[in-house]
Structures are given as structure tokens and as C-alpha cells.
């Protein structure tokens, strides 16, 4: 059975940095490529970043909000992705998924990971 | 501004069928599969269908999908009151190189 969770959430005062954690069972890392989505308070969906497989050049990729005060880093040994944010800003306040999506019918989600910024 | 556009919300009667509509552009639905999920609050998104009507196992067929152009639709037939949820559209977008989102449809059963 494939399961995703995700943990580290918390809350952090505007400027501030956490970790978020994804560890994966069920299926081999290496081979997936691993996402993380966030939703705000009431909102909608966002994509936050991808961090590609090793077959598809193990690149990752970040959406114009987080693209250099977030990093996406995997360590495939664990079975778990690390989502590295930095200069953290009230409106990253969010639950924050990691999932195996978009790779066809291979879509699986965590049940999220709640981050508050706030002082 | 969601770069996909759906419409807040929408709603139907049991048994009836419902469309939910997503408009995006040539560098996202042009060019690349859209994805479907179904979201309960309190709950993680789920994936309805995607590509020509490709659904994980356990989706019913009363799920379905239609695209042209640069548009895709939603539908859903013999409305059930627990499809009462929130809709999302999604694509690879080229040009920004990124996922992106519609910005939710509300269905209500009525």
C-alpha cells in the first residue's frame, strides 16, 4: 500500500525557516517524481515545486512565490523529500501537501502538514 | 489569479448531470493533460480523471472529462449528494514551467 505523510509543520515568525519532511512507502523513491502543493486558509491549491526522478534528470522546479527561499531536496536512501523553507512570510501560511502527482494515475497525497506564520 | 478559470460554484439536483468548466490557455490545456480532483474539507485532493478519461480504480464512471482546445469540462453525471465538494482543474503549464491550478468550483447538491 502506498502511503505519503508528511510532518514537520509548525509555527514560525515572519522571516523565520522550517523543514518540512515526506516520507514515502509502498513504491521506490528513486523512481518517482515527488511534488508539494500547499492550500492557504480557505483557498485554493497552489503548486509550490516538483523534484524530478534520477531517470528524469533529478531537476527540481518552483513556482515565481517560493523560487529562492524554498528548496526541494531528496534523499532517496529514507524514502523522504524535504521541502527547505527560508525567509518564511505570513502569506506562506498554509497546509502544505507533498504528493506523487502529476505522473498519470500514479497520484497519491499526504494528508498535509499545517505551517503558520505569524509573530 | 488562477491561471486556470473555473467558476466558484456550482449545482444540481440528484440524478441530474452537471458540467464544471476550466479555461486555460495554448501553454497549459493547449498542449498537456488536465487533471481532475475531488476535495471533502478536512480532506487531501483527490483524482477524478484525467487524460481521455483514464480514472484510478474505484472512481465511478459517472466521472468524465472532455476537452477542446483550450478548454476542458467536468462532468458529472446521476449527481449523487456526497459528490457535494470542492473541484479542481489542473495542467503543466509550458511557459511557466509549473503545475498549475484552476481556482476551485463549489458543488452543491441541491
Known sequence: EVQVVESGGG???PGGSLRLSCTVSGFIL???????????PGKGLEWIGRSKSKNDGATTDYAAPVKGRFTIVRDDSKDTVYLEMTSLKIEDTALYYCTTAPYGLFDYW???TLVTVSS | QSVLT????ASGTPG?????SCSGS???IGSNYVYWYQQFPGMAPKLLVYKNNQRPSGVPDRFSDSKSGTSDSLAIS????????????????DSLSGWVFGGGTKLTVL
Not at chain 1, 528513486?30 to 492557504?40: K, S
Not at chain 2, 473555473?6 to 460554484?9: G, N, R, V
Not at chain 2, 446521476?78 to 503549464?93: F, N, Q, V
Open chain 2, 26 to 28: 495554448s501553454s497549459n
Open chain 1, 110 to 112: 499526504g494528508q498535509g
Open chain 1, 11 to 13: 509555527l514560525v515568525e
Open chain 1, 30 to 40: 528513486t523512481n518517482a517524481g515527488m511534488t508539494w502543493v500547499r492550500q492557504a
Open chain 2, 16 to 20: 441530474q448531470r452537471v458540467t464544471i
Open chain 2, 78 to 93: 446521476g449527481l449523487r449528494s456526497e459528490d457535494e465538494a470542492d473541484y479542481y482543474c489542473a495542467a503543466w503549464d
Open chain 2, 6 to 9: 473555473q467558476p466558484p460554484s
